[in-house]
């Protein structure tokens, strides 16, 4: 069935290293959000694009974090340089807008397994 | 911007009993309030959702109620299993626009089913 594959399932590296974050999202669906779970902020949206452009990216840090989707089968979440405070599970989601009675969209998220990421 | 905020943090609740997880959220114009339940080791996964124009929805043993004008919605679980162990979170949503689609999460009910 249909899912949302993320690459790697866990990583540990050390401080200062590149870390990079790849998802391949449900074939068909054109929108994409990169989240972040700790156990103290709860799920926190870091970016989201829609065929392929970038919507919103006002949740991630900007001077080490970058995300993009270099075609719509391959989105990634880089971080460089990674830092301890970056460990946390991060999620894909990808999702296809359904058109309600009036012009307002909606989106079903549908959540990959995440990458477990630990900074040394 | 929207903020949403789920009780309570932690449920525990006997085999066959019923579970029930309250949210509030601060923007009127959200319209629209999924749920997802999470497991061990897993992503979030959709269980129900809501829409304004509704007061109430219901699929098997799950339901969720919205009150706009109070700004609240709740999950209700019945007959709880073992298997309904796990984090259940809401979230909000305003739908279409450019700023639309994208979701803002409580902070998540962490659920345990007693046998």
């Known amino acids: 069935d249909a899912r949302v594959t993320q690459t790697p399932r866990h990583k540990v590296t050390e401080m200062g290293q590149e870390v990079t974050m790849r998802c391949q999202p449900i074939l068909g669906h054109n929108t994409v959000f990169w989240y972040r779970q700790t156990m103290m902020q709860g799920l926190e949206l870091l970016a989201y694009f829609r065929n392929r452009a970038p919507l919103d990216d006002s949740g991630m840090p900007k001077d080490r974090f970058s995300a993009e989707m270099p075609d719509a089968t391959l989105a990634t979440l880089k971080i460089q340089p990674s830092e301890p405070r970056d460990s946390a599970v991060y999620f894909c989601?990808?999702?296809?807008?359904?058109?309600?009675?009036?012009?307002?969209?909606?989106?079903?998220?549908?959540f990959g397994p995440g990458t477990r990421l630990t900074v040394l | 911007g929207e903020n949403v905020e789920q009780h309570p943090s932690t449920l525990s609740v006997q085999e066959g009993d019923s579970a029930v997880i309250k949210c509030t959220y601060s923007?009127?114009?959200?319209?629209?309030f999924p749920w997802y339940k999470q497991e061990l080791g897993k992503g979030p996964q959709l269980i129900i959702d809501i829409r304004s124009n509704v007061g109430e929805k219901k699929d098997q043993r799950i339901a969720v109620t919205l009150n706009k004008t109070a700004k609240h919605f709740s999950l209700h679980i019945t007959e709880t299993q073992p298997e309904d162990s796990a984090v259940y979170f809401c979230a909000a949503s305003i739908g279409g626009g450019a700023a639309g689609n994208k979701l803002t999460f409580g902070g998540g009910t962490r659920v345990l089913v007693k046998p």
């Open positions: 923007d009127s114009a959200s319209n629209y």
């Open positions: 989601a990808s999702g296809l807008p359904l058109t309600g009675r009036s012009s307002s969209s909606y989106n079903e998220q549908f």
